[in-house]
């Protein structure tokens, strides 16, 4: 298949580097690749390998867009809010160059799904945001032998590498053969991650695909890219595969794919979705404020910065971090409502103080996201 016209024109940069050519740049074009996720990273790497010319990419994504997504999505504009990010995608990547066939899923990747949804790629970059996809990832590329170009960011830093144990290299579990415990690296809704810090490691993993999609220069195969924002810094590990690894190890112990959830150590949705005895309301809480006389005290958990990006009136902060050495200034005998962001650590900081002997806890379920969303609009979400 010759490359026509049009495309000459507008691959002619390309063309002129005689490590890609026309025979470089139609082998980009015969590349086909699956993205899982459309967020951060998601965003450079799909519109940057829609511009070079990828002839297929798929777009795994199931959630829709959200205002706090903008500040680093690029995929997606300021009226795509509500949309299912895998639409808004799709529109962005044709809009760019509609050459690309783009193949929109927007549906949750699963143990079910996932070999059928990767198997007829050739390539799988991982733009996932929590660890029971990205191990469910891992394994199904090494299963079908699939090259699985990994990033992930967090705050001011990124990682980025390779994974393809069919090749010599190790895979991710090779890398981190345990998930951290649950809720102890928080996501980045809970951490925070500076907007530009996914175009940077999405911009790796996308060089990373175009050259493995051309065949030239050194990948990422077996080492491991560091990249620390604030010191503006990169840092290389070597990466080796891990003979006992579980997955692409000699003695293999995973050879299909398992619950990624409880591997993670995640409670299923339908477990977390039965009322939880420890947990109330947004409207519990709103009933606690109005009615002084019941005797409940709202506490908010969260971190100060938090506080001063948004609050709710007359609830004091407690930060979580601050609890061990600040619990005294409860009353033990007294009934506490408990609210974070989002109910996560209003649960940990009710689990704490129960140690120290308080009895009348409640956590906020949905914390003040739920309680701007169901309560008080004019209280910012974030
Ligand atoms: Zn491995």
Redesign the pocket.
Known sequence: MELNNDEIRRYSRHLILPEVGLAGQKKIRSTSVLCIGAGGLGSPIAMYLAAAGVGKIAIVDFDTVDYSNLQRQLLHTDADVGRPKAQSAMETIHGINPNVEVVPHPTRITSENALDLIRPYDIVVDGTDNFPTRYLTNDAC?LLKKLNVYGSIFRFEGQASVFA?HLGG??Y??LYPEPPPAGMIPSCAEGGVLGVLPGIIGCIQATEILKLAIGIGNSLVGRLLLFNALDMKFRELKLR??PE?P???EHPTIKELIDYEIFCGIPHETVAAQANPDEVTVQDMKKALDNPGLGIKVIDVRKLVEYEIAHVKDVPLLPLSELPKRFTELDPNRQYYIHCNSGARSMKALEFLREQGFKYLKSVKGGITAWSDEIDSSVPRY
Request: net charge positive; hydrophobic share 15%; charged share 25%.
């Open positions: 090494v144990p190790p895979c579990r090779c595969r891990d690894c997955v692409c190890g």
